[in-house]
């Protein structure tokens, strides 16, 4: 069992694995083993996730979503295979972490209150009158 949450485990057999040919520094090996890896996972239906956690990951995936509704993360920034593994399986465990979270309530407008609209206005005047007084001309009356 792969824990993501208190409430959210993934079953190992959710998560497919295949490895492919990296590019980038490694010299020969580059050419000759398959250090990237390649984690698929079906999310639209893996039975681990609650529908709400469903519908944000799907929605956080992207382009890394599948039309089928499987997450593909790659991973190929390391030259050994476990680490590649290592970074794809946590950066899964991430991204179903904020799907996960709840969104935040909605933000309820605000006016401001009458009182502070008129000390706004009246700060406003004063240093108004402070500009008028720096400038050579005389006072408008």
Do not use: Y
């Not at 069992?1 to 409430?7: C, E």
């Not at 956080?60 to 920034?77: D, M």
């Not at 946590?90 to 309530?105: G, S, Y």
């Amino acid at each position: 069992m792969i824990r993501v949450t208190a409430r959210i485990a993934l079953d190992e057999r959710e998560v497919e694995e295949s490895f492919l040919r990296a590019s980038g520094p490694g010299g020969q090996n580059v050419n000759k083993l398959e250090t990237a890896v390649q984690l698929r996972f079906d999310a639209a239906r893996s039975p681990s996730l609650p529908e709400d956690v469903r519908e944000r990951l799907m929605r956080l995936a992207g382009r890394r979503l599948t039309r089928e509704g499987v997450l593909v993360i790659t991973a190929r920034r390391h030259r050994t295979q476990e680490r590649n593994r290592a970074e794809a399986l946590e950066r899964l465990v991430t991204l179903i972490r904020q799907a996960a979270e709840p969104p935040p309530p909605p933000r309820r407008p605000t006016k401001p209150s009458r009182a502070s609209q008129r000390r706004r206005l009246e700060g406003k005047a004063r240093r108004a009158g402070i500009k008028r007084l720096r400038s050579g001309r005389p006072a408008e009356e």
